[in-house]
């Protein structure tokens, strides 16, 4: 069997079954437990379009009672994960033809399935993502403070929640509209730091796919 599931609907399926082991241990009342796992169950199997019998037999969540059943289940998911196809260093170049040398990602940054791909270039205070929108790449680098608060902030595409060591406020580089050549356009939202663990996190890239419309003014 090929790769089926998402990374991002990996990583929502995971959490579903986190809460329904929360379920498992808290809740004592049988009837209660069954109705949290079909309706577990449900969002699960909403995550795909069409199944093979096979697909459906290993998403299945049905014969799941315990902790360690939840373990080994998405251990067994786990080989059927694809994330965003292998990216080249030229074709990194050539999404930031701005950018004058950019340091490129890690070697191993794309060893393990991921939603986006994103790094850091110290040198320059940037930091890069990439994904693909319809197929086609898309790219964009977004500057990073320089102030080294202790607020605390959101990341807009895991919710995950730290301070600024983990998680900052970036301001992307934005295409200008048609309409306003030239004019300066301003966003800016929270991201975490460490892309690793935002990929292990994210469960839908629908915010991400909107930022990088907005920023790279794709219609
Ligand atoms: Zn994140």
């Given at each position: 069997?090929?790769?089926?599931?998402?990374?991002?609907?990996?990583?929502?399926?995971?959490?579903?079954l986190s809460d329904l082991n929360?379920?498992?241990?808290?809740?004592?009342?049988?009837?209660?437990?069954?109705?949290?796992?079909?309706s577990t169950r449900d969002q699960?199997?909403?995550?795909?379009?069409?199944?093979?019998?096979?697909?459906?037999?290993?998403?299945?969540?049905?014969?799941?009672?315990?902790?360690?059943?939840?373990?080994?289940?998405?251990?067994?998911?786990?080989?059927?994960?694809?994330?965003?196809?292998?990216?080249?260093?030229?074709?990194?170049?050539?999404?930031?033809?701005?950018?004058?040398?950019?340091?490129?990602?890690?070697?191993?940054?794309?060893?393990?399935?991921?939603?986006?791909?994103?790094?850091?270039?110290?040198?320059?205070?940037?930091?890069?993502?990439?994904?693909?929108?319809?197929?086609?790449?898309?790219?964009?680098?977004?500057?990073?403070?320089?102030?080294?608060?202790?607020?605390?902030?959101?990341?807009?595409?895991?919710?995950?929640?730290?301070?600024?060591?983990?998680?900052?406020?970036?301001?992307?580089?934005?295409?200008?509209?048609?309409?306003?050549?030239?004019?300066?356009?301003?966003?800016?939202?929270?991201?975490?730091?460490?892309?690793?663990?935002?990929?292990?996190?994210?469960?839908?890239?629908?915010?991400?796919?909107?930022?990088?419309?907005?920023?790279?003014?794709?219609?």
């Amino acid at each position: 069997m090929d790769t089926f599931i998402k990374k991002e609907h990996y990583n929502f399926i995971k959490k579903c079954l986190s809460d329904l082991n929360t379920t498992f241990k808290c809740c004592t009342d049988k009837n209660i437990v069954e109705t949290c796992k079909l309706s577990t169950r449900d969002q699960i199997f909403n995550l795909f379009e069409a199944l093979t019998e096979e697909q459906i037999t290993l998403i299945d969540i049905n014969t799941l009672q315990t902790a360690l059943d939840i373990d080994s289940y998405t251990k067994k998911l786990d080989g059927y994960v694809y994330g965003m196809a292998p990216i080249t260093n030229a074709q990194i170049s050539k999404l930031f033809k701005k950018e004058h040398k950019i340091k490129m990602p890690d070697s191993d940054a794309q060893d393990t399935p991921h939603v986006y791909l994103s790094w850091i270039d110290e040198s320059i205070r940037k930091l890069f993502i990439v994904y693909p929108i319809n197929d086609k790449l898309v790219g964009m680098a977004c500057r990073l403070p320089n102030s080294n608060s202790k607020n605390k902030h959101i990341c807009t595409l895991c919710h995950y929640v730290g301070d600024e060591t983990e998680v900052a406020c970036v301001s992307p580089v934005c295409k200008a509209t048609s309409s306003d050549a030239g004019a300066y356009r301003s966003i800016s939202f929270d991201v975490c730091l460490d892309s690793k663990k935002c990929n292990d996190r994210i469960t839908s890239a629908e915010k991400l796919e909107n930022l990088l419309k907005d920023v790279c003014q794709i219609k």
